[in-house]
């Protein structure tokens, strides 16, 4: 049953029981619809408390049934119906209220929350807007200032702040249902609260629209959502509410069409599946009680600290003192950096490094249930450290390399029991960025990779298999993009309007100013490596800018020339003279001309990937693009794009 209801001396205690968000599914509408209107014709019930069972209140709406027509009654009507009951609603919260479930405590005539609990209005990051008052009800409430950065930028609101903002009325101190009780048989003995919708709401000054639209534009880059939410409460503070309403629901039905919302529903549902792959389901994974990682460069600190986040027991191994002590200080930096930012208090900062062994020899690792090596990415290397590794840890220590493209199957060579050994590629810096490649031998056990992955949801990564080739997933679509622009400048586009381009479509930069920022000698060294050993690779712009010494911005110039402490990309006309030899006759294209040809080129690459095997799915793909290259998140990815999914609303 979506909702139960249960008589509590006078007042009636509604529960919408709809795990595991209780979503306000088409269900539970009618649920709550019936029982307002039953509720409000029975002379036993003084007041109405309606609140959520398990952790939270109401997640929103059903985000499952936004591939479908509306069913009604829509949740406006539900909310609408609360609003104009006879007898006083209250809405007990806890754990979360978003969405849908903060619109419906909206439509109450009184909200009581839970210490902890947040209140917001995500929709935007669905590509959609509030569809059930939100954006009417909310400045009626706390005022058109305080509400724009809730609609507008998913801002979430603790119940210090929504007390004090009016959003709420009371905090419960005790038991919230019998707190919220309480409050409903006061309220059910003074006259019925004026109901957001009804009340009065000052239109703010002219250059507060402007101030709003313009940072609102800014954060939005390029998304729809953002902007169309803050219109909808422009347009009902200055039209009243009722064609506030009107105007919200239509422009909300628009957005629930769009592309934009398609997109983002589905790397909603994409990254909540991604933690836990349907194979490796019923596959316990090994417990972690100490993980080791060898090597305290800058792969091995952000690990370290991604670890330690997760409050799991470290010891961190490197070859000397020096390096082990220059990891350490690195690590004191992050935390002590977050520390200053609040974001950790000084105790949790120590605790992070407490929890941190050093050493210098490898048998410090020997009773490590996991160890993950992030040594310097050279095969040989590599290898050595596992031969170490190997010796000293116990045979059923799983075996973890972190590389961005060396193939584990040859890292893992002389290793005698390669079944507990597994590729993890993190990315730097890897206590920040959430994506997590993770490649399985042939041979890996399925209780080791079960516990790769029981790793990274510990690590709260968003973790995406990949098969072994070259590259993996992400650079080796990486290594085609960069590909495909090269032969754009063959073919006469300039490198400025290409990554203006690249810009335009959504990318904090484009290829050839992401080229400079990483350095150009990283992936001309893998070229070089490669012709040594016999591979014909033919000569690129890059090998040319490098042998004239322009490493990108490290050295002052790459594609682009920089300005000493300046990170600004300059054209080049030096660049262009060492390249001249491989650039066209200069010609135009236009912007979405070139960031279609460049996007089709990674979908290209991507199903190339799907029909090797390397991944499971196109939104594993997508994933990758999104979390670990900057793929602007509102268009959903390559392959998203070049399925067409959503293409028939633009
Ligand atoms: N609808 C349907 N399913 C949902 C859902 C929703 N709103 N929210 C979560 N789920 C599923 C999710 O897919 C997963 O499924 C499971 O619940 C647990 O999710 C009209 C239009 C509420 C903070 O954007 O932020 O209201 O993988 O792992 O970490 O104006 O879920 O287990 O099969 O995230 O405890 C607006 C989205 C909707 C909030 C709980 N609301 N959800 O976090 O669980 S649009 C949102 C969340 C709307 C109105 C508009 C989080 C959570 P499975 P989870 P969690």
Known sequence: MAIKTEMLNGIAVVTID???????????????????????????????????????????????EFDRPVEQPGLPE????????????????????????????????????????????????????????????????????????????????????????????????????TDAVAFAHEA?????????????VIAPATEVWHDAEASTKRAAKGAAAQLLALGSLRFGIENGIEAGLANERAVFLKARASRESAALRYLFFAERAAPRPQDLRDIAPRPLRKIGVVGAGTMGVGITAALRNAHLPVVLVERDDASLARGFSNLEKIFGGAAAKGRLTQDEAQERMAGIEGGTDYRALADCDLVIEAVYEDLAVKQAAFAEIARVCRPDAILATNTSYTDPRQISEGIADTSRFVGMHF????????????????????DVLSTAFALARKLEKLPVRSGICDGFIGNRILRRYIAEAIALLADGVSISAIDAAMREFGFAMGPFEMQDMAGLDISYMRREA?????????????????????????????????????RTPRPSDEALRVIAPMLGTPRDMN??????????????????????????????????????????????GPMFMASGLGKQND
């Not at 029982?35 to 002379?43: E, F, G, I, K, P």
């Not at 990315?427 to 399925?446: C, D, G, N, Q, R």
């Not at 490669?530 to 010494?549: F, H, T, Y």
Request: proline residues 7%; neutral net charge.
């Open 78 to 177: 539900v909310i609408t119906a609360i609003e104009r009951a006879h007898k006083p609603w209250i809405a007990a919260i806890h754990g979360v209220a978003l969405g849908g479930g903060l619109e419906l405590a909206l439509g109450c005539h009184l909200r009581i929350a839970a210490p902890g609990t947040t209140l917001g209005l995500p929709e935007a990051g669905l590509g959609l807007i509030p569809g059930a008052g939100g954006t009417q009800r909310l400045p009626r409430l706390i005022g058109v200032e305080a509400s724009i950065p809730i609609v507008t930028a998913q801002e979430r609101v603790g119940v210090d702040k929504a007390l004090k903002l009016g959003l709420i009325d009371r905090i419960s101190t005790n038991e919230l249902i």
């Open 530 to 566: 490669a012709r040594a050993n016999g591979q014909d690779i033919p000569e690129m712009p890059g090998d040319l800018l490098v042998r004239a010494g322009r490493k990108g911005q490290k050295t002052g110039g790459g594609w682009y020339d920089y300005a000493v402490g300046d």
């Open 591 to 636: 912007s979405r001309e070139i960031s279609a040809r460049l996007v089709s080129t990674m979908a290209d690459e991507g199903k190339s990937i799907l029909s090797e095997g390397i991944a499971s799915g196109p939104e594993q793909i997508d994933l990758v693009e999104v979390h670990g290259y900057g793929f602007p998140r509102w268009r959903g």
């Open 427 to 446: 990315f730097s810096p890897a206590h920040v960025m959430k994506l997590l490649e993770i490649v399985p031998l042939p041979e890996t056990k399925p």
């Open 188 to 200: 059910a003995g003074a006259p019925l609260p004026v109901p957001a919708s009804q009340r009065a």
């Open 18 to 64: 709809n795990p595991p968000v209780n979503a306000l599914s088409h269900g539970v509408r009618i649920a709550l619809l019936d029982a307002v209107q039953s509720l409000d014709a029975d002379a036993n019930v003084a007041a109405i408390v309606v609140h959520g069972a398990g952790k939270l209140f109401v997640g929103g709406a059903d985000i499952t």
